[in-house]
């Protein structure tokens, strides 16, 4: 069965550091699509970074410059590298894979997935 675990939330004080990683199993990691979303307290969730399984990367606005999203193909894993934290960011972080599947009659389709988030909070 497909499953994704994030790990590396905590706390940190505004302007501190902290690393994310999400960990991928039951899925062929080069025929997804990856991202981060956050999703602060009574707020939408909202997409923070994508890379594509072409190695595509693209951040909001608000986190250029200061997040990081990486993915180690061979490890099956999705990093975000977070620095100069603001409180804006505190918000669960959760995974997000956009995977094509082929089954033995070589018929494709396409599932998404999402992990169950990690909390990261900043406090100032």
């Known amino acids: 069965q497909v499953k994704l675990v994030e790990s590396g939330g905590g706390s940190v004080q505004a302007g501190g550091s902290l690393s994310l990683t999400c960990t991928a199993s039951?899925?062929?990691?080069?025929?997804?699509?990856m991202a981060w979303y956050r999703q602060a307290e009574g707020k939408e969730r909202k997409l923070v970074s994508s890379?594509?399984?072409?190695?595509?990367?693209m951040y909001i606005e608000s986190v250029k410059g200061r997040f990081a999203a990486s993915r180690d193909n061979a490890q099956n894993t999705l990093y975000l590298q977070m620095t100069n934290l603001k409180s804006e960011d505190t918000a669960v972080y959760l995974c997000?894979?956009?995977?094509?599947?082929?089954?033995?009659?070589?018929?494709?389709?396409?599932?998404?997935?999402w992990g169950q988030g990690t909390q990261v909070t900043v406090s100032s």
């Open positions: 997000r894979a956009d995977c094509t599947h082929t089954d033995y009659d070589g018929d494709s389709w396409e599932s998404t997935y």
């Open positions: 039951g899925v062929t990691f080069t025929r997804c699509d």
């Open positions: 890379i594509r399984r072409d190695g595509f990367t």
